[in-house]
Protein backbone atom coordinates (compact mmCIF):
# COMPACT_ATOMS: atom_id res chain seq x y z
CA UNK A 1 0.00 0.00 0.00
CA UNK A 2 1.27 3.33 -0.62
CA UNK A 3 1.20 6.50 1.52
CA UNK A 4 -0.13 8.39 -0.92
CA UNK A 5 -3.33 5.72 -1.69
CA UNK A 6 -3.92 5.91 2.09
CA UNK A 7 -4.15 9.23 2.21
CA UNK A 8 -6.88 9.09 -0.16
CA UNK A 9 -8.47 6.12 1.66
CA UNK A 10 -8.55 8.39 4.37
CA UNK A 11 -10.21 11.27 2.76
CA UNK A 12 -12.80 9.67 1.54
CA UNK A 13 -13.41 7.83 4.82
CA UNK A 14 -13.75 11.40 6.83
CA UNK A 15 -15.78 13.01 3.79
CA UNK A 16 -18.50 10.07 3.30
CA UNK A 17 -18.13 11.35 -0.25
CA UNK A 18 -16.02 10.87 -3.38
CA UNK A 19 -16.51 14.18 -4.79
CA UNK A 20 -16.10 16.13 -1.95
CA UNK A 21 -12.75 13.90 -0.75
CA UNK A 22 -11.29 14.80 -4.58
CA UNK A 23 -12.10 18.78 -4.10
CA UNK A 24 -10.49 18.28 -0.56
CA UNK A 25 -7.44 16.17 -2.38
CA UNK A 26 -7.47 18.89 -4.71
CA UNK A 27 -7.56 16.29 -8.12
CA UNK A 28 -10.50 15.08 -10.05
CA UNK A 29 -13.05 12.36 -9.30
CA UNK A 30 -11.42 9.88 -11.95
CA UNK A 31 -8.48 9.07 -10.34
CA UNK A 32 -9.71 9.30 -7.09
CA UNK A 33 -12.24 6.36 -7.35
CA UNK A 34 -9.84 4.15 -9.42
CA UNK A 35 -6.97 4.73 -6.56
CA UNK A 36 -9.81 3.62 -4.19
CA UNK A 37 -10.75 0.34 -6.78
CA UNK A 38 -6.43 -0.51 -7.04
CA UNK A 39 -6.58 -0.83 -2.41
CA UNK A 40 -9.82 -2.74 -2.58
CA UNK A 41 -8.29 -4.97 -5.02
CA UNK A 42 -5.02 -4.97 -2.92
CA UNK A 43 -7.04 -5.70 0.45
CA UNK A 44 -9.19 -8.20 -1.14
CA UNK A 45 -12.32 -6.92 0.11
CA UNK A 46 -15.08 -3.35 0.01
CA UNK A 47 -14.15 -0.64 1.73
CA UNK A 48 -16.97 1.66 1.15
CA UNK A 49 -20.52 1.02 0.83
CA UNK A 50 -21.70 2.80 -2.09
CA UNK A 51 -25.03 5.28 -2.76
CA UNK A 52 -26.21 7.86 -4.84
CA UNK A 53 -25.80 9.74 -1.90
CA UNK A 54 -22.11 9.08 -1.05
CA UNK A 55 -20.37 6.14 0.91
CA UNK A 56 -20.17 4.40 4.17
CA UNK A 57 -17.00 2.61 5.75
CA UNK A 58 -17.31 -1.55 5.53
CA UNK A 59 -16.79 -3.59 8.35
CA UNK A 60 -12.94 -4.08 6.55
CA UNK A 61 -13.01 0.13 6.08
CA UNK A 62 -13.52 0.82 9.53
CA UNK A 63 -10.39 -1.54 10.83
CA UNK A 64 -8.47 0.30 7.96
CA UNK A 65 -8.99 3.50 8.79
CA UNK A 66 -7.73 3.28 12.60
CA UNK A 67 -4.23 1.74 11.17
CA UNK A 68 -4.32 4.09 7.91
CA UNK A 69 -4.66 6.95 10.11
CA UNK A 70 -1.85 6.13 12.86
CA UNK A 71 0.16 5.11 9.51
CA UNK A 72 0.05 8.47 7.99
CA UNK A 73 0.61 9.95 11.43
CA UNK A 74 3.36 7.59 12.04
CA UNK A 75 5.46 8.37 8.61
CA UNK A 76 4.48 12.59 9.08
CA UNK A 77 6.63 12.15 12.16
CA UNK A 78 9.56 10.08 10.89
CA UNK A 79 9.74 12.92 8.12
CA UNK A 80 9.53 15.89 10.93
CA UNK A 81 12.47 13.50 12.52
CA UNK A 82 14.51 13.24 9.86
CA UNK A 83 14.82 16.70 9.16
CA UNK A 84 14.79 17.44 12.46
CA UNK A 85 18.10 15.21 12.35
CA UNK A 86 19.57 17.24 9.14
CA UNK A 87 18.49 20.45 10.38
CA UNK A 88 15.76 21.22 7.89
CA UNK A 89 12.68 20.75 10.61
CA UNK A 90 11.47 24.95 10.27
CA UNK A 91 8.22 26.51 9.57
CA UNK A 92 7.49 29.58 8.76
CA UNK A 93 4.14 30.83 9.22
CA UNK A 94 2.49 34.38 8.35
CA UNK A 95 -0.40 35.62 10.42
CA UNK A 96 -2.69 38.65 9.34
CA UNK A 97 -5.82 39.57 11.63
CA UNK A 98 -6.63 39.41 15.08
CA UNK A 99 -3.72 38.55 16.91
CA UNK A 100 -5.97 37.92 20.22
CA UNK A 101 -8.15 35.29 18.32
CA UNK A 102 -8.68 32.48 20.47
CA UNK A 103 -7.71 29.91 17.55
CA UNK A 104 -4.74 31.29 17.11
CA UNK A 105 -3.90 30.82 20.83
CA UNK A 106 -4.91 27.00 20.49
CA UNK A 107 -2.85 26.30 17.17
CA UNK A 108 0.65 27.72 18.77
CA UNK A 109 -0.17 25.63 21.35
CA UNK A 110 -1.72 22.32 19.59
CA UNK A 111 1.43 22.53 17.11
CA UNK A 112 4.02 22.97 19.35
CA UNK A 113 3.08 20.07 21.78
CA UNK A 114 2.81 17.76 18.60
CA UNK A 115 5.92 19.44 17.19
CA UNK A 116 8.62 20.20 19.82
CA UNK A 117 11.88 19.81 17.61
CA UNK A 118 9.96 22.32 14.32
CA UNK A 119 11.79 25.69 14.35
CA UNK A 120 8.56 27.95 14.04
CA UNK A 121 9.06 31.36 12.57
CA UNK A 122 6.27 33.82 12.65
CA UNK A 123 5.68 36.56 10.17
CA UNK A 124 2.90 39.27 11.09
CA UNK A 125 2.04 41.17 7.94
CA UNK A 126 -0.10 44.68 7.61
CA UNK A 127 -3.17 44.93 5.50
CA UNK A 128 -1.66 45.24 2.11
CA UNK A 129 -1.12 41.15 1.12
CA UNK A 130 -3.17 39.12 2.74
CA UNK A 131 -0.87 36.00 1.79
CA UNK A 132 1.54 37.43 4.46
CA UNK A 133 4.27 37.02 2.10
CA UNK A 134 3.39 33.09 0.67
CA UNK A 135 3.31 34.28 -2.72
CA UNK A 136 6.29 36.02 -2.33
CA UNK A 137 8.05 32.98 -0.82
CA UNK A 138 8.71 34.75 2.59
CA UNK A 139 6.12 31.93 4.29
CA UNK A 140 5.37 28.70 3.91
CA UNK A 141 2.00 28.56 5.14
CA UNK A 142 -0.55 31.29 6.23
CA UNK A 143 -3.65 32.01 8.68
CA UNK A 144 -5.04 34.94 6.85
CA UNK A 145 -8.62 35.92 6.03
CA UNK A 146 -10.31 35.65 2.54
CA UNK A 147 -11.07 36.87 -0.47
CA UNK A 148 -8.27 37.20 -2.31
CA UNK A 149 -6.70 35.61 -5.49
CA UNK A 150 -5.92 32.28 -4.67
CA UNK A 151 -4.30 31.82 -7.90
CA UNK A 152 -1.58 28.45 -7.65
CA UNK A 153 -2.66 28.49 -3.36
CA UNK A 154 -4.82 26.14 -1.38
CA UNK A 155 -7.27 27.47 0.82
CA UNK A 156 -8.88 25.74 3.50
CA UNK A 157 -11.82 27.46 6.18
CA UNK A 158 -11.21 27.52 9.52
CA UNK A 159 -14.31 29.48 10.18
CA UNK A 160 -16.16 32.32 8.58
CA UNK A 161 -17.08 35.45 10.89
CA UNK A 162 -20.12 37.75 10.55
CA UNK A 163 -19.05 41.55 9.54
CA UNK A 164 -20.30 44.74 10.50
CA UNK A 165 -19.33 48.48 9.96
CA UNK A 166 -17.57 50.11 12.45
CA UNK A 167 -18.19 53.90 13.41
CA UNK A 168 -18.33 56.84 15.68
CA UNK A 169 -20.21 56.15 18.20
CA UNK A 170 -21.85 58.90 17.99
CA UNK A 171 -22.69 58.50 14.64
CA UNK A 172 -26.97 58.03 14.15
CA UNK A 173 -26.11 55.04 11.87
CA UNK A 174 -24.40 53.48 15.17
CA UNK A 175 -27.60 53.10 17.18
CA UNK A 176 -29.48 50.59 14.42
CA UNK A 177 -29.66 47.30 14.99
CA UNK A 178 -28.38 46.42 11.71
CA UNK A 179 -27.21 48.11 8.37
CA UNK A 180 -27.29 47.53 4.96
CA UNK A 181 -24.78 48.56 2.40
CA UNK A 182 -26.89 50.74 0.76
CA UNK A 183 -27.30 52.55 4.55
CA UNK A 184 -23.54 52.82 3.68
CA UNK A 185 -23.79 55.01 0.65
CA UNK A 186 -21.98 57.76 -0.14
CA UNK A 187 -19.49 57.51 3.19
CA UNK A 188 -15.87 57.54 3.16
CA UNK A 189 -14.42 54.07 3.40
CA UNK A 190 -10.47 53.33 3.76
CA UNK A 191 -8.19 52.28 1.26
CA UNK A 192 -5.45 49.98 0.74
CA UNK A 193 -2.26 50.87 -0.76
CA UNK A 194 -1.88 50.66 -4.76
CA UNK A 195 -1.27 47.65 -5.69
CA UNK A 196 -3.02 45.77 -2.93
CA UNK A 197 -4.97 42.52 -3.99
CA UNK A 198 -8.00 43.79 -5.82
CA UNK A 199 -10.03 41.08 -4.38
CA UNK A 200 -9.17 41.83 -1.41
CA UNK A 201 -9.54 45.38 -1.71
CA UNK A 202 -12.90 45.08 -3.10
CA UNK A 203 -15.01 42.77 -0.05
CA UNK A 204 -13.37 45.35 2.28
CA UNK A 205 -14.55 48.23 0.31
CA UNK A 206 -18.31 46.20 0.34
CA UNK A 207 -17.81 45.44 -3.38
CA UNK A 208 -17.05 48.80 -5.40
CA UNK A 209 -15.34 51.69 -5.72
CA UNK A 210 -15.38 53.93 -3.00
CA UNK A 211 -12.98 57.05 -1.74
CA UNK A 212 -11.21 57.84 1.64
CA UNK A 213 -7.98 57.76 3.30
CA UNK A 214 -5.17 54.92 2.86
CA UNK A 215 -4.01 52.79 5.35
CA UNK A 216 -1.70 50.02 5.74
CA UNK A 217 -2.57 48.66 9.31
CA UNK A 218 -5.87 48.08 12.21
CA UNK A 219 -4.84 50.79 14.31
CA UNK A 220 -4.84 53.18 11.11
CA UNK A 221 -8.03 51.99 10.34
CA UNK A 222 -9.55 52.50 14.27
CA UNK A 223 -7.80 55.94 13.79
CA UNK A 224 -8.88 56.75 10.64
CA UNK A 225 -12.82 56.39 11.68
CA UNK A 226 -12.21 57.96 14.98
CA UNK A 227 -10.55 61.44 13.33
CA UNK A 228 -12.68 61.03 10.00
CA UNK A 229 -15.46 59.55 10.85
CA UNK A 230 -14.66 56.96 8.20
CA UNK A 231 -16.40 53.53 7.40
CA UNK A 232 -14.49 50.57 8.48
CA UNK A 233 -15.43 46.90 8.58
CA UNK A 234 -14.63 44.53 11.13
CA UNK A 235 -15.54 40.97 11.50
CA UNK A 236 -18.56 40.69 14.12
CA UNK A 237 -16.94 39.87 17.88
CA UNK A 238 -13.91 41.71 17.58
CA UNK A 239 -13.50 44.32 20.13
CA UNK A 240 -13.16 47.97 19.35
CA UNK A 241 -11.82 51.00 21.54
CA UNK A 242 -13.99 53.73 22.86
CA UNK A 243 -15.72 56.20 21.09
CA UNK A 244 -16.27 53.54 18.44
CA UNK A 245 -19.27 51.16 18.07
CA UNK A 246 -19.56 47.94 15.16
CA UNK A 247 -22.94 47.33 13.49
CA UNK A 248 -23.71 43.87 11.62
CA UNK A 249 -24.18 44.29 7.92
CA UNK A 250 -26.28 41.79 6.91
CA UNK A 251 -25.87 42.08 3.00
CA UNK A 252 -22.51 41.78 3.33
CA UNK A 253 -20.97 37.94 3.19
CA UNK A 254 -18.90 36.65 6.28
CA UNK A 255 -15.00 37.00 6.89
CA UNK A 256 -13.79 33.55 6.28
CA UNK A 257 -10.63 32.94 8.17
CA UNK A 258 -8.07 30.45 5.95
CA UNK A 259 -5.10 28.32 6.08
CA UNK A 260 -3.46 28.67 2.65
CA UNK A 261 -0.03 27.07 1.49
CA UNK A 262 1.54 27.04 -2.28
CA UNK A 263 -0.38 24.48 -4.43
CA UNK A 264 0.97 21.14 -4.71
CA UNK A 265 3.19 21.35 -1.24
CA UNK A 266 3.68 18.62 0.00
CA UNK A 267 5.32 19.79 3.15
CA UNK A 268 4.42 17.14 6.14
CA UNK A 269 4.92 19.71 8.39
CA UNK A 270 2.16 22.06 6.44
CA UNK A 271 -0.11 18.98 6.02
CA UNK A 272 -0.09 18.62 9.94
CA UNK A 273 -0.75 22.75 10.83
CA UNK A 274 -3.49 22.23 8.32
CA UNK A 275 -4.84 19.24 10.59
CA UNK A 276 -4.29 20.79 13.53
CA UNK A 277 -5.70 24.35 12.64
CA UNK A 278 -8.54 22.71 11.74
CA UNK A 279 -9.04 21.07 15.08
CA UNK A 280 -8.18 24.19 16.93
CA UNK A 281 -10.54 26.69 14.83
CA UNK A 282 -13.63 24.02 15.50
CA UNK A 283 -13.73 25.25 18.97
CA UNK A 284 -16.18 27.87 19.69
CA UNK A 285 -14.83 30.98 20.59
CA UNK A 286 -15.41 32.37 24.16
CA UNK A 287 -13.79 35.97 24.71
Not at 72 to 89: K, P, Q
Amino acid sequence: MELRTLRYFVAVAEERHFGRAAARLHMSQPPLSRAIQQLESEVGAALFDRSPTGVDLTRVGAVLLDDARALLDHADRVSTRVAAAAGNANLTIGILGDATDPGITRLAAAYRHKHPEVDIRIRDTDLTDPTCGLRAGLVDVAVTRAPFNDTALTAHELRADPVGAVLRADDPLAHRDHLTLADLAGRRWFQFPDGTDPVWQAYWNGGEPREGPVVRVVQECVQAVLWNGTVGITPLGHKVPDGLATVPLVDMAPSSVVVVWNEGDTNPLIRSFVQIATAAYAIPNHR
